[in-house]
């Protein structure tokens, strides 16, 4: 086994889903099968942005043929995670040696190849780099005295809200690549994630509430749960109110790939007034944070009580 680089560009006309299938051409198949079992990292222009950056990693699980387009394959994948931010390539002096020289010039037949093995050593250092940021918000923990703003005013259907799972906060003391495969650490990362690219701001609401303490009251909501293969990539996230995000999770709402939110007709009443006024989700700017229809569809086929 052995680790290696994607190189992934949204757009680019390949059948990718970030994090869960990856579609490349024949030429590079023993690669990917070197990396068979093992982890990749992300790597390539983001839209926006001027460069290109390693973004974040999965493992390899499988390779199946691709039976419509000859001579292409699939690699299937699992446990991605985002970085906490995007990685410029030449930053720290590069983070790949055959890729960039100790002088800052860029090898021009490197830099072509789609799918690249890597040492352990230059992974681990992607990895160290991509998760250490600390999350400016870390999950809530109430104390006596402190202040709130008002209740979400959603909550007048007075359910119960879905917990999340605690900020690990030994995390990175331990070494950050064991950390990977850990659910709690992974919850913690997914929810620094959606928070940030939201800015802390429900997006079926509009809502951007913040309790006494200075943190958001928002939660990250997973499109396809965990449970169900789901994977902790933004596009697989909405950052959602906690009243929203239970209607959201049990099919009471929805989205269509245009970002138009969706109502269950087995809800009790209309809720339009709570929503954004254009009835459109609030969702960020640059496409690869944005939702992917692949899991839009899925939450609309297998959750969502139409």
């Not at 995390?171 to 800015?199: M, S």
């Not at 701001?201 to 913040?210: P, Y």
Request: net charge negative; charged share 25%; proline share 6%.
């Amino acid at each position: 086994m052995a680790k290696a680089i994607f190189y992934h560009k949204d757009g680019s006309g390949y059948k990718d889903v970030r994090g869960q299938l990856y579609h490349f051409p024949k030429m590079y198949l023993s690669r990917v099968q070197q990396s068979l079992g093992d982890w990749i990292v992300y790597y390539g222009p983001l839209t926006g942005m001027p460069s290109r950056y390693y973004s974040g990693l999965a493992r390899v699980t499988a390779i199946d043929d691709d039976n419509e387009i000859a001579d292409h394959h699939y690699a299937r994948l699992a446990d991605y995670i985002d970085f906490d931010r995007p990685l410029d390539y030449r930053e720290n002096g590069g983070f790949e040696r055959q890729l960039v020289s100790p002088d800052g010039s860029v090898n021009p037949g490197r830099s072509v190849q789609a799918v690249r093995v890597i040492s352990d050593g230059e992974f681990a250092a992607l990895v160290n780099r991509g998760l250490s940021e600390p999350d400016e918000w870390p999950q809530r923990i109430d104390q006596a005295g402190d202040s709130h703003l008002p209740a979400d005013p959603l909550t007048y259907f007075e359910v119960d809200e879905p917990t999340q799972a605690g900020y690990v906060a030994d995390g990175y003391e331990r070494p950050i690549l064991q950390q990977t495969i850990n659910r709690p650490f992974r919850d913690a990362k997914f929810r620094q994630h959606i928070r940030q690219v939201y800015d802390r701001t429900c997006a079926f609401t509009g809502l951007r509430l913040i309790n006494g303490g200075g943190r958001p009251e928002v939660e990250a909501a997973h499109i396809v749960p965990v449970e169900r293969g789901g994977n902790d990539s933004v596009q697989n996230g909405i950052a959602l109110s906690g009243t929203v995000h239970w209607m959201f999770d049990r099919g009471l709402l929805s989205l269509a790939d245009d970002f138009t939110i969706l109502q269950s007709r087995q809800l009790n009443e209309d809720i339009s007034h709570l929503l954004v006024k254009d009835g459109k989700a609030r969702v960020p700017a640059a496409p690869h944070l944005r939702p992917h229809p692949h899991y839009l569809g899925w939450h609309r086929d297998n959750v969502f009580k139409h």
